[in-house]
Each structure stands twice: as structure tokens, then as C-alpha cells.
């Protein structure tokens, strides 16, 4: 049975989820980063997580081939920065004050949570990668509220 992508993405579209973005340097020492919502908790013991980068984002080979990368959780006052970063050939630093992780990963302040992560694993996931970290290096800002995204909307999660 052949499904049509356009009602499989329609789907996918009515589950919401937060936001992150995930960023690493290059080989050249560039910040390389993508907004996804491919992202979820895998292992607490080690502690793991994962996110699926499309194989095709410029950002792909920084990402999958860095030995460490940050994950950031977005705040329900991000939607603009997750548009940024969500974005192809433009200056995605632009704005942004980098800081660096403890092990050197690109870190954006002010998010709702920071996660520094070790390259694990990476799978093949067909047209995406499916990238496991392990978490080195964990923040939380639990004053914010996250940000939400569903229907191709974003914006802070409203109260359940
Ligand atoms: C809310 C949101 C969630 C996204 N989730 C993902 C995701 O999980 N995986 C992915 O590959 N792209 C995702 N994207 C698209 C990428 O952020 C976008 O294609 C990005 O520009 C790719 O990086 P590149 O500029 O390095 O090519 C998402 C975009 C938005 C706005």
C-alpha cells in the first residue's frame, strides 16, 4: 500500500512536541546548528538522548561527526530563534552570544535546558540520521514555560 508524504507529514503534523536545537562545530571551527523537533530521552542509565537530522541539512556532517554537541530546549519565548535556526544559508550566530559547554560545545545562554552531549551512536534512519548523545553536562531553567510546536505553529505550551 503506497502512502502519500504530503498526508503522512499532515499526520506527523497533529502530534505535538517541544522544540530544541542542536548545534556543534564544524571542521573549520564554524557553529553548525539546526532547530528539530526530532528529538526525545532514550536511557537513563547511561543517561541518552537522540535527535534525527535530515541527511541532506548543510549542518548534517558538523553535527553527526563532532565527538561533542549541544542540545538546547527551547522556552515559550524562543519561537523566533527556532525559526532561525530552522533556516538554510543564512548567519544563524547572528545575535547570538556563544558560550561553550564545559566540554567545548557551542552553547546558546537563556534556553529552558542545556544538554552537552557525547557522541554515542549514529543510526541510519532513511532519509534522516537518528544521532545519540550521552549527557555530560545538564541546565535547567525550570522558570520557563516550553515551547510547543504543532500544525506547523509554534509558541509556548499552553497550560494542561
Ligand atoms: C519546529 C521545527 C522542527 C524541525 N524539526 C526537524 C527535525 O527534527 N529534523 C530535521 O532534520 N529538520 C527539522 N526541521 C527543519 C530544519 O530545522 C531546517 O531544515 C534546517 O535549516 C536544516 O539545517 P541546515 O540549514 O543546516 O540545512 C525543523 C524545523 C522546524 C521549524
Not at 120 to 133: K, M, N, Q, R, S
Amino acid at each position: 500500500m503506497s502512502i502519500d508524504t504530503s498526508l503522512f507529514k499532515k499526520a506527523m503534523g497533529q502530534f505535538p512536541t517541544g522544540v530544541t536545537i542542536t548545534t556543534a562545530y564544524d571542521k573549520a571551527g564554524q557553529v553548525a546548528g539546526m532547530t528539530a523537533s526530532a528529538f526525545c530521552s532514550v536511557s537513563i542509565d547511561p543517561l541518552l538522548v537522540l535527535m534525527c537530522p535530515a541527511k541532506n541539512a548543510e549542518c548534517y556532517s558538523a553535527l553527526t561527526e563532532a565527538s561533542y554537541f549541544s542540545i538546547h530546549l527551547l522556552g515559550g519565548e524562543q519561537g523566533a530563534l527556532a525559526w532561525q535556526f530552522a533556516k538554510s544559508g543564512v548567519d544563524k550566530s547572528d545575535g547570538i552570544e556563544w558560550i561553550q559547554g564545559a566540554m567545548g560545545a557551542p552553547k546558546i545562554p537563556g534556553c529552558l535546558a542545556y544538554l552537552e552531549c557525547r557522541h554515542h551512536a549514529l543510526y541510519d534512519g532513511g532519509d534522516h540520521g537518528i544521532l545519540v548523545g550521552e549527557v555530560v553536562s545538564l541546565e535547567l531553567d525550570d522558570a520557563q514555560v516550553p515551547l510547543a510546536y504543532c500544525q506547523s505553529q509554534l509558541g509556548p505550551m499552553p497550560a494542561l
